[in-house]
């Protein structure tokens, strides 16, 4: 079993930044990729920006040019870097990971995905 803990979230004002982390633990020979995504209320869950086992990253339109995502193998956590936030990022922030358990799962592309439980990030004045 593989378990995914977001971390980071908060209450932040309109421009500010915060970071985002996620770990990925358990039964994990490799992490094929890491992707974030977010839930406003209301609203249906979206995705927001992912990254792959060599780092290529892709990020939906409305947050390029103000989030970063990078990722630390060795640690099997993916970072989610917010810059210039706004009011329209209000959301809870899922972090899903795509993870081959062994080996054998490798070679075949045979990858499972698990969600973490979410982060609150509030944007507002």
């Known amino acids: 079993q593989v378990q995914v803990v977001e971390s980071g979230g908060g209450l932040v004002q309109p421009g500010g930044s915060l970071r985002l982390s996620c770990a990925a633990s358990?039964?994990?020979?490799?992490?094929?990729?890491m992707a974030w995504y977010r839930q406003a209320p209301g609203k249906q869950r979206e995705w927001v920006a992912y990254?792959?086992?060599?780092?290529?990253?892709n990020f939906t339109d409305s947050v390029k040019g103000r989030f970063v995502i990078s990722r630390d193998n060795a640690k099997n956590t993916v970072y989610l870097q917010m810059d210039s936030l706004k009011p329209e990022d209000t959301a809870v922030y899922y972090c899903?990971?795509?993870?081959?358990?062994?080996?054998?799962?490798?070679?075949?592309?045979?990858?499972?995905?698990?969600w973490g439980q979410g982060t609150q990030v509030t944007v507002s004045s």
């Open positions: 358990g039964v994990i020979f490799s992490i094929k990729s």
């Open positions: 990254i792959t086992s060599n780092s290529i990253t």
């Open positions: 899903r990971a795509t993870v081959y358990a062994s080996l054998y799962a490798s070679r075949k592309k045979q990858g499972s995905d698990y």
